[in-house]
């Protein structure tokens, strides 16, 4: 078999892979996700031959950020996604079409030419009509091409998000995670090594999850939650509000720790991505 990191392989962002097993033609897509920068946001070079079948292993915008327009682009494509990666997926699309309508306006008022939308509202009602169709409900193995077999299991990394074991028809073994986390949050189990998955030949993982270099690792939880319990104290302290903007999933985390705490929390909006809290009593 054959795996292509068309984006996610060398940056940040853009997660979509390719994988061809020896003498096919026909590729099977996982992911396609947004490269977002400061001023703009790019996506990977799109898989050319023809895709029987697509996995969006989870709803964060690097790994499903142009989905809409992948199936656009690929009408043979079968779809598969967990049913809470569609439902996400979904609600980040139609906010993506919602900021670039402001963006194009703003881009009207000061004379220049607004940036078309990756896809329209009718390629989003088309991702949601293909993909509810295959939704994945349970780690049951699976054929989504003639000869490939495939089983999703939890990734870890939140709630919905898929990791793939894929055995290809030449027999070959794959763990395709990207995404993943063994250790446990406030929504999700960490991944297990699969018991009936040992030894796989090869994984694939994303780039950010390949550094050696200690400068670079990311931070200790436990010691960013003393960080955030001693500045929540110190907020309350002196009689003031607090505005906890979080990324992604992330709201349920830290909102059930400031809980914990003894900290009321309200979000302003359903749908937006921040968070207040106060002091009970």
């Known amino acids: 078999m054959k795996v292509g990191a068309k984006g996610g392989g060398r940056c940040i962002g853009g997660s979509h892979y390719e994988y061809c097993s020896h003498g096919e033609d026909v590729a099977l897509g996982v992911d396609y996700g947004a490269i977002q920068r400061e ?7 799109m ?6 079948a697509f996995i969006e292993t989870h709803d964060h915008l690097d790994h499903c950020g142009g989905v809409p327009a992948f199936l656009r682009e690929h009408p043979e494509t079968v779809p598969y996604m967990t049913l809470m990666a569609l439902r996400g997926t979904m609600l ?4 993506t079409l919602k900021i670039s ?10 004379g220049r030419k607004p940036t078309p939308a990756p896809f329209s509202e009718e390629d989003v009602q088309n991702f949601f009509k293909r993909a509810r169709q295959k939704t994945v409900l349970n780690s049951d193995w699976f054929s989504p091409m003639p000869g490939y077999r495939m089983s999703f299991r939890s990734a870890g990394h939140k709630p919905g998000a898929a990791m793939l074991l894929i055995v290809f028809p030449d027999g070959t073994r794959w763990i395709h995670a990207c995404d993943f986390s063994i ?5 999700v189990l960490g991944a297990k090594v699969p018991d ?9 993982i994303e780039c950010t999850y390949g550094s050696r270099d200690e400068d670079r690792q990311p931070p200790d939880r436990k010691q ?3 960080r955030l319990y001693q500045e929540v104290t110190r907020v309350f302290d002196r009689s003031g509000k607090l505005l906890v903007p979080h990324f992604a999933s992330t709201l349920q985390n830290i909102a059930f720790q400031l809980a914990r705490w003894g900290v009321s929390v309200r979000r302003p909006r359903p749908e937006g991505y921040a968070f207040s809290c106060r002091q009970n009593g």
Request: net charge negative; aromatic share 4%; hydrophobic share 25%.
């Open 39 to 45: 001023k703009k946001t790019t996506y990977p070079a």
């Open 47 to 52: 898989i050319q031959r023809e895709t029987p």
């Open 92 to 95: 980040q699309m139609r906010d």
């Open 101 to 110: 309508r402001s963006r194009a306006e703003v881009d009207t008022l000061r």
């Open 183 to 187: 250790e446990e949050s406030e929504l």
């Open 196 to 204: 009936d998955f040992k030894n796989p030949d090869g994984m694939t």
């Open 224 to 226: 960013e939650l003393v």
